[in-house]
């Protein structure tokens, strides 16, 4: 059915439907009047804008027994438990990457990740979803988006679900991959937490721990500490939270163009105070959340380190004061016995600074608010379930720099429709429109899954996104505004053809089957399909005298490629104590315009991943990993003379990688004790050309809980 359009309501003829005909449960009898243009009669009365506001009031109000939104769809998601998350002692937030199959990974200095999620775009796009609690966080700017900054530890997470299929989940449509975080909910009554984690590594040298900057290198790893305090009644619950994690680029590789580098220069250190409080009333649930992650100055606390970010159209670090801070309000306020309202509210603000250091006067003076309101409509009934919904967001930029457009505002209007059309078998329609000032975009997909048999479940899912240049927050488009940060480092650029709205289609086939309850087959297949990518394009040479790396910058626009792949993991339970699994993922692309080859070059063709878990008693386990990644070339490392006075590299050999973790529980479960050992055979682990070698490390872990949380 079509939804009001501009000019939509002058003039024509009527046209009535009757919705007791389409949906007979609902509880009275609706028609909608659709007055029919011809086109020499119609008359735009409407703006766009007014029209989507109408449409989405006339849903929620007037037919609030019809939502077009359904509950998450299970297809191409994957759940990591609290248990699997203890199991590999995760030393902080982006460890997490690690654990996603159909994700890879890039880092320079293993602090900040770059990821490709599941063939959707690649290292050069950092446009992933995040989410805690069904609450999205918007994380950095310039694709420099490190996961680091975000207020949970990792001994703070419940589960994490990770959704390679782009669909709408929580009003967000994650067509770049989606991670939404569960926090672990306090009991009704006080509970403390702290958690302290820290590592060495092995193979460079340098002494193990903190020295003077006279002394080379640093193979401390951390420390990361974090306390919590949980209080709670029967109505209310209020979390505080204090994390500060440090990180030491002091890699030889990276000290190599940074050679007047201290070590205290190369270091980052977070600062991170969090707050939650959640209440229940007689108009339902409610929460309220703030966090302000900030490596820069904490009230009188000066945090360590200048804070280097490594910056690609430079090629090297930039030694920035960032801050992160995230205020957000969301509430479910019932309405009836299968319907309810959904409200979110949110600010954010990102900050990109000068950090002053004694090595260079390159500054970001980026300053960049988001506000974000949305409302939406839910219900759900034994037969179907569903949702609509209406967002609008503002962003501005500050900087000193003169910008042509300083802000945007884009509005969404959003719903999708879940329904099991026979035994078995369940469907969901999903949509996402998104506009402003210059441009639309359209986001569908379709998601079936079926379940044959208790053995053998079948999913397919058809997704057609378009992506508005905006939505990106690239040093790119931001540049074109005006932004001068590009040209005062000399950084030459341009763009043969203007930005356009990118296009993607997606196909995924799945199959799972289960020979018993301990033996699990997975496989699925899938096919992208890119249209009006923008993609840089560099060739860096090193320059001896000052040892920067230089190259100009090409925009390709309007490019486009095919890529296809596959995954096989087979889970088996040999025994009550132990279990294994063996996970081999393709994805290769298949057609494209050369520069998009060349870029999809960067990621891994192969990967094969083995894990192997032991736990003979309720406390403690060990668990084992051998991963193989094939190898990459990195088109804008390929100058012969980087490679010639240089230790980089554009080509990254395959890599083998064993871990081992182990961890007990002592005092009644009240303490936790974790010991990992990555990289045990010792591989010259290189994730990025320009990126620190990763030897044998060594990694411990300290939890302690006083009181009671939630199994």
């Given amino acids: 059915m079509p939804l009001p359009q501009p000019g939509m309501f002058t003039g024509g003829r009527c046209q009535q439907i009757n919705f007791n005909r389409l949906f007979p449960n609902l509880p009275a009898t609706y028609f909608l009047v659709i007055r029919k243009q011809t086109p020499k009669k119609m008359v735009k009365v409407m703006s766009y804008k007014s029209s989507c506001i109408f449409t989405v009031l006339w849903l929620i109000i007037t037919l609030h027994s019809i939502q077009l939104f359904a509950q998450p769809s299970r297809l191409g998601r994957t759940v990591i438990t609290r248990e699997t998350l203890q199991a590999y002692n995760l030393l902080r937030l982006s460890d997490l990457f690690l654990l996603f199959d159909d994700w890879h990974v890039s880092t320079v200095d293993g602090f900040d990740w770059m990821v490709s999620p599941a063939a959707l775009s690649t290292f050069q796009r950092q446009n992933w979803t995040i989410l805690i609690d069904e609450e999205k966080y918007e994380l950095g700017a310039f694709d420099v988006k490190n996961i680091n900054l975000l207020p949970v530890a990792p001994q703070m997470i ?76 029967q109505r209310w619950q209020l979390q505080l939270n204090w994390q500060d994690q440090s990180h030491y680029a002091t890699d030889p590789r990276i000290e190599f163009r940074n050679p007047r580098a201290t070590n205290r220069e190369l270091r980052t250190e977070l600062l991170a105070p969090s707050l939650r409080l959640a209440l229940k009333t007689a108009w339902g649930a409610h929460q309220f959340s703030f966090n302000h992650t900030s490596s820069a100055n904490l009230l009188s606390y000066q945090a360590g380190g200048a804070g280097p970010v490594f910056f690609k159209p430079l090629s ?52 960049m608010d988001r506000f974000y309101g949305n409302v939406e409509n839910h219900y759900q009934s034994d037969r179907y379930s569903g949702r609509v919904g209406v967002g609008w967001e503002r962003i501005t930029a500050h900087t000193q720099y003169p910008l042509t457009l300083g802000s945007i505002t884009n509005n969404k209007i959003y719903g999708s429709f879940r329904y099991s059309p026979s035994k078995g078998v369940s469907q969901t329609l999903a ?23 208790a053995a053998n479940n079948y999913g397919v899912g058809i997704t057609w996104s378009e992506r508005l240049v905006e939505e990106d927050n690239s040093i790119w488009y931001w540049s074109e505004q005006g932004y001068g940060f590009l040209a005062d480092l000399g950084i030459d650029y341009y763009f043969p053809t203007k930005f356009h709205q990118s ?172 010991l990992l050992f990555r990289n045990v055979l010792g591989e010259k682990l290189i994730y990025h050309p320009m990126g620190a070698r990763f030897d044998f490390q060594i990694y411990g872990t300290l939890e302690i809980r006083l009181g009671w949380l939630h199994k």
């Fill in 158 to 233: 419940d589960s994490v679900e990770v959704y390679t299929i782009p669909q709408l989940n929580y009003g967000e449509f994650g067509e770049r991959g989606l991670i939404d975080i569960h926090t672990r909910k306090p009991a009704r009554r006080l509970v403390a937490q702290a958690r302290s984690s820290a590592g060495n590594e092995t193979g460079d040298p340098g002494p193990l721990i903190f020295t003077d900057p006279a002394v080379k290198n640093v193979d401390r790893i951390g420390p990361d500490n974090s306390l919590g305090f949980a209080f709670s009644g």
């Fill in 316 to 367: 090297r670090e930039v030694y920035t004061n960032q801050s992160f801070t995230h205020a957000g309000l969301h509430g479910e306020m019932p309405l009836s016995a299968k319907q309810e309202l959904i409200y979110r509210f949110r600010y954010t603000n990102v900050v990109m600074e000068k950090h002053p250091n004694s090595l260079n006067n390159v500054d970001f003076d980026w300053n």
């Fill in 431 to 453: 949509f996402q429109a998104v506009s402003n000032a210059s441009s639309r975009a359209y986001k569908t997909s379709v998601l079936t899954e079926w379940k044959s048999s």
């Fill in 503 to 674: 296009k993607m289609f997606t196909l995924d086939i799945l199959w799972e089957h289960r020979f018993s309850k301990q033996n699990k087959l997975c496989f699925s297949t899938f096919f992208r399909r890119f249209k009006n990518l923008y993609l840089e394009e560099q060739l860096f040479q090193y320059n001896p005298d000052d040892g920067d790396f230089s190259s100009p910058a090409i925009l390709h626009t309007d490019k486009g490629g095919q890529v296809v792949g596959l995954k096989l993991k087979y889970e088996q339970q040999l025994s009550a104590s132990l279990r294994q699994t063996i996970l081999y993922y393709l994805q290769d692309d298949i057609a494209g315009e050369p520069i998009f080859r060349q870029v999809w070059n960067a990621i891994p063709v192969h990967k094969i991943k083995y894990t192997i878990s032991f736990q003979p008693t309720p406390r403690f386990s060990v668990l084992g990993v051998l991963q193989y990644l094939s190898s990459t070339v990195w088109e804008e490392y390929l100058d012969p003379g980087l490679a010639r006075e240089t230790p980089y590299s554009g080509r990254i050999p395959e890599s083998w990688v064993s871990d081992i973790s182990l961890q007990k529980w002592f005092w009644g479960d009240r303490i936790r004790t974790g």
